[in-house]
């Protein structure tokens, strides 16, 4: 089995596929609902991403995570063998909780079929081993996530409508027009539900989740590191994504972002209008990576400071997705005054990332 796991890795992650072996991401193309909340089989790499605040009872504040992938392997797709590996998922959960002092976090990896894994195609249905995010009917989303070391089990009511990202969810993640990837956004989920420490009751939580979902074929350049991302629920209701795409050297590729405010309002941000500006940079006594876990986010004329819940949250995913990376709980202020809460991404200070 662990021979077979090795060789799917190696098909899903490693293998010198062209983007021509899948659907290319185009622009003009209208996203439908609630079909394109489902999985995309043609395009190569897609993702599920939720991550929010949670209050508990006693007053603790806590920053959560819940993300699956799916990884097209590109091969089997014709092929109708139950056994053909045309799928890898992979799933990752963490728990920022500043009296550990750094993440709780766990992860876990399977080949879609024989009632593993699965990503339905006709709306947000993923599964791994037990662990689930659904979305319903009426628009909730379902997670139950039952890791090492507690347990989730969250529900997410939708308060706004979709957030489209990029140019009516085509998003531009490089120079070239086909790295790129569909993307939209689902800020200020209304949060409930319950967490478990491993041995000890479940206790009732509360709060906001900010849920990406992406699928691409191509989305780095081959000059690009990493990336640096925010997605924030501001206090008054309105909703901020930036993101910036960094090369080897530590500039800017690309970037760009969104911010609807309270009124409605979205105003889209040009690369040359976005800007993440170092404020304090943690090493990790694991990797030696550093990483600017509180940063100055610009966009056009507004100015948001980032400041992390705690400094050590440092994500090993080694054993799924094979990358290091910081992500992390995050409050905002702008102009000096508290603006909202998020979570912030560092990915490619350990190495470069490969997608």
Not at 17 to 33: I, M
Not at 205 to 215: F, I, N, P, Y
Not at 290 to 316: H, N, R
Request: proline share 6%; aromatic share 10%; hydrophobic share 35%.
């Amino acid at each position: 089995m662990r021979a077979l796991l090795c060789l799917l890795f190696a098909l899903a992650f490693n293998l010198p596929l062209h983007a021509a072996d899948f659907t290319p991401v185009t622009p003009g193309v209208q996203l439908q609902f609630p079909r394109d909340f489902g999985a995309h089989p043609g395009f190569k790499t897609e993702w599920w991403y939720a991550t929010g605040w949670l209050d508990t009872a006693d007053g603790r504040q806590l920053g959560y995570q819940v993300t699956f992938f799916r990884s097209s392997t590109g091969h089997g797709r014709d092929n109708p063998s139950q056994f053909a590996p045309r799928d890898i998922i992979v799933a990752h959960v963490a728990l920022s909780d500043p009296s550990q002092g750094k993440l709780l976090h766990d992860q876990r990896t399977a080949r879609a079929g024989f009632g593993l894994a699965s990503a339905a195609t006709d709306d947000t249905r993923v599964q791994l081993d037990g662990w689930r995010m659904q979305r319903d009917a009426d628009g909730t989303y379902q997670i139950d996530i039952d890791a090492a070391e507690f347990t989730l089990a969250l529900k997410l009511q939708p308060t706004q409508p979709v957030l489209l990202q990029g140019d009516a969810g085509f998003s531009r993640k490089g120079p070239k027009p086909e790295q790129a990837s569909y993307y939209y956004s689902k800020p200020q989920l209304r949060t409930s539900g319950t967490l478990a420490r491993r041995n000890a009751a479940a206790q009732a939580v509360q709060g906001v989740t900010w849920l990406d979902h992406e699928w691409s074929s191509q989305v780095l350049d081959p000059a690009a590191a990493g990336w640096d991302w925010a997605g924030i629920n501001l206090a008054d209701g309105g909703a901020l994504m930036a993101f910036q795409i960094r090369d080897r050297q530590g500039g800017k590729l690309w970037a760009h972002a969104t911010w609807r405010d309270a009124s409605g309002k979205i105003t889209h941000y040009s690369q040359d209008q976005v800007s993440f500006t170092p404020q304090v940079r943690w090493k990790s006594p694991r990797t030696q990576a550093e990483y600017p876990v509180a940063t100055l986010i610009s966009t056009g004329p507004e100015q948001w400071q980032a400041s992390p819940l705690q400094q050590d949250q440092e994500l090993d995913s080694r054993r799924s997705t094979g990358a290091v990376y910081w992500e992390g709980a995050v409050t905002v202020a702008r102009n000096g005054k508290p603006a909202g809460r998020g979570y912030l991404e560092l990915t490619g200070y350990v190495r470069p990332m490969k997608l």
